[in-house]
């Protein structure tokens, strides 16, 4: 009888010791929460856990259970093995010495000389049994984490769990699951079906913070009855929503709001009004003091505080002769002559809802000259205003 997906995964992760847990390095709200609800959870099995994640925690949910324990790089070195067979003679003492150019280690037995026939030579194996990508449409989404580590991507057992239509199912196994609302959602099931009991106060928090994120506190259009139902499991087993929502959307950074504030006061709207877009310049990052990380979050208040748009734009200017591009285009009006200007930004780095999102950087121009060159191309996309 043919295994299901999850019966899949919970093989996998039975059956394994050492888990890698790797995200995007655009990771939302929804994947850090899923990492370490997951992360949790596999710690009561005894399972040697790393999350690894290139960009970070998103600002807000550094709260999380287990948050400090995200590492931006992870070890992945393979050790090269000595073998030395003591079958016939005792190992009585190991020692070593360094020279300038090599190292001797000497082997000393009770029984008489070890030679060469009682060495052998290998490679360790990788350093993990599986990898769980989450929330990651592809293995090129992870980053620098899978630039710097090719070969332990290529070479280790992968379950791809994510919920977007994007995915390239590139793992030994893949659940993707398009009718969910977010993976946080796909995991409350899995585990629940793992082993319910085990889903504590911690890990309920984790799973319903990331409900909670990309559902816009289930506000979003397109939150199902599914995730209300999960969101409702939770709460009962001890998620704490009061501090979710305190953490979240009670509380902005200074920096934030303040680049927010002149970003709204410069906003401008492309023929026929369906792209609005701002600008941000240098003086602008210096007066809020804030940095090139406040980008994204500041389009992301612009995609859920105005409506009416299917192309939404902040060009920022951190330093002279860089802008920060940052796009959120509606799934319906993404289209090849975008996607050409863009560069080399031909996948998105996160998804909101129906917003594909593109986050590059162009060296060498002005601000003005980023303007015209956006603009040009959105215009071509002749996408009449949804009103």
């Not at 409900?211 to 709460?235: E, G, N, V, W, Y």
């Not at 305190?246 to 927010?260: A, D, Q, R």
Request: negative net charge.
């Amino acid at each position: 009888m043919e295994l299901s997906i999850q019966q899949q995964i919970f093989d996998q992760l039975r059956h394994a010791t050492r888990i890698l847990i790797a995200l995007p390095e655009q990771a939302t709200a929804d994947s850090v929460a899923s990492a370490l609800a997951l992360r949790l959870f596999l710690l009561k099995l005894d399972k040697d856990v790393v999350v690894g994640c290139g960009g970070g925690v998103p600002k807000g949910f550094k709260f999380l259970p287990g948050a400090e324990t995200i590492a931006a790089d992870i070890a992945s070195s393979k050790s090269f093995v000595i073998t030395v067979d003591t079958g016939q003679k005792k190992l009585e003492e190991v020692s070593y010495q360094t020279l300038p150019d090599k190292v001797q280690i000497f082997l000393k037995s009770r029984d008489g000389a070890f030679n060469e026939n009682d060495l052998s030579f290998s490679s360790e194996q990788s350093p993990f049994d599986v990898i769980v990508l989450l929330d990651a449409v592809s293995l090129e989404s992870l980053g620098g984490l899978f630039e710097r580590h090719a070969d332990l991507f290529f070479e280790t057992p992968k379950i791809n769990i994510d919920h977007k239509a994007a995915n390239e199912y590139y793992g030994a196994v893949n659940w993707v699951d398009v009718t969910a609302t977010s993976v946080a959602e796909m995991l409350t099931g899995l585990l629940e079906g793992f082993e319910s009991q085990m889903l504590d106060e911690d890990i309920a928090t984790c799973l319903l913070a990331g409900i909670i994120a990309k559902t816009h506190s289930f506000q979003h259009a397109h939150t199902t009855p599914q995730a209300f139902l999960k969101a409702s499991q939770l709460i009962n087993l001890g998620g704490r929503q009061q501090e979710i929502i305190t953490h979240v959307y009670k509380t902005k950074s200074l920096s934030l709001l303040k680049l927010w504030g002149r970003c709204l006061a410069r906003l401008k709207t492309v023929e026929p009004d369906f792209f609005i877009y701002s600008l941000l310049n240098t003086a602008d990052f210096e007066k809020s003091q804030a940095g090139p990380e406040e980008v994204l979050p500041v389009l992301k208040e612009l995609v859920e505080n105005i409506a009416g748009y299917q192309a939404v734009a902040v060009l920022a200017e951190p330093q002279p002769q860089l802008v920060r591009v940052a796009v959120a285009v509606h799934a319906a009006v993404l289209g090849p002559v975008l996607l050409a200007v863009l560069g080399a930004a031909t996948k998105p780095v996160q998804v909101w809802g129906q917003f594909q999102v593109f986050d590059v950087a162009w060296s060498g121009v002005s601000l003005s000259d980023a303007e015209h060159r956006l603009a040009e191309a959105v215009h071509q996309l002749k996408i009449p205003s949804p009103g």
